[in-house]
């Protein structure tokens, strides 16, 4: 049964940095795009970043291209989220998702609904 298990968040001051893992247990791994999600308290939780699952393909939200970054390392399984010049309204518990049902390396999407497996989350909190 494919899982994926967020790390990596925490408190940090206004323009500071946090790297988010993701790390997925299956072994086809490579075959399916991952996305990065937020949701912020009372808000809709947000689109942030996806990538494909050959790592060819990588599209951001609008509020954090050039800030973030997403990569994979799919030797290890695992998928990341690095996040620079964070700014208060960035808070958020951040999630990973996954697309199991897609065999594509190409593939990726942007779209919440997409996702068929979600990790728990994990809390960054940006202090001004």
């Known amino acids: 049964q494919v899982q994926v298990v967020e790390s990596g968040g925490g408190l940090v001051q206004a323009g500071g940095s946090l790297r988010l893992s993701c790390a997925a247990s299956?072994?086809?791994?490579?075959?399916?795009?991952m996305g990065w999600f937020r949701q912020a308290p009372g808000k809709e939780r947000e689109f942030v970043a996806t990538i494909s699952g050959n790592g060819g393909n990588a599209v951001y939200a609008d509020s954090v291209k050039g800030r973030f970054t997403i990569s994979r390392d799919n030797a290890e399984n695992t998928a990341f989220l690095q996040m620079h010049s964070l700014k208060p309204e960035d808070t958020a518990l951040y999630y990973c998702?996954?697309?199991?049902?897609?065999?594509?390396?190409?593939?990726?999407?942007?779209?919440?609904?997409?996702?068929?497996?979600w990790g728990q989350g994990t809390q960054v909190t940006v202090s001004s």
């Open positions: 299956g072994r086809t791994f490579s075959s399916y795009p």
């Open positions: 998702a996954a697309k199991i049902s897609v065999r594509s390396g190409s593939y990726y999407s942007t779209s919440r609904d997409a996702y068929d497996l």
